[in-house]
């Protein structure tokens, strides 16, 4: 075994910060000798925190507390304009479709393929195949789910709907409407269930 070649005595002294007129014996606060600095993984606080940083630790919380309220209240109230009543979600088949009228709009709710979906167009007697998971007319036109036209014909337009406890809400004004009726597919599809 080979004794330490360095003295206690002589490692204070290492360590000790340099002094002279360009390196004074003090430093600035939160000073640390160099080697103690470059294994330094912690910043050192050497000063009591002011009285903003309470002040302002509170009125984040209380910023976020008023925040996360208004989202709470939005979201515990039924939509507002321009989605209007269109009655209770239970009267549409969870495997089907029903046509409804909300105000003068007549629309296609549809429940078939999980999700509620709304359409308006020329809903009149549309019908579900539950086989195919598609939806026809008298005319012989098929649409997907979504309402777009597979083949020959022109697509359902889609409306916004929410649900919101129990009762299905729809946006009846078009100006509102941000998707524009989807394209037909092109070819043909028979209308088989």
Known sequence: MTPPTAEPADRAARDAPPSGPEHPDFGPRGYLPERAAKRARKILLR??????WPI?????????????????????????APFVAAGAIEAVDPRGV???????????????GGGVRVLTGDVAGVTTC????????PDGTVYALTGRALGAGSSLQPVPST???GVLYVAVDPAVWPQPQPAADAGTVEATC
Do not use: C, K, N
């Open 47 to 52: 000063e009591q925190m002011g009285l903003q």
């Open 56 to 80: 302002a630790a509170l009125l984040a919380a209380l910023l976020v507390l008023v925040v996360g309220g208004l989202y709470l209240w939005t979201r515990t109230t039924p939509p507002g």
């Open 98 to 112: 029903a046509t409804i009228t909300v105000g003068e709009l007549e629309v296609l709710v549809v429940r078939v």
């Open 130 to 137: 539950p086989r195919s998971r598609r939806l026809s007319d």
């Open 163 to 165: 649900v919101f406890d």
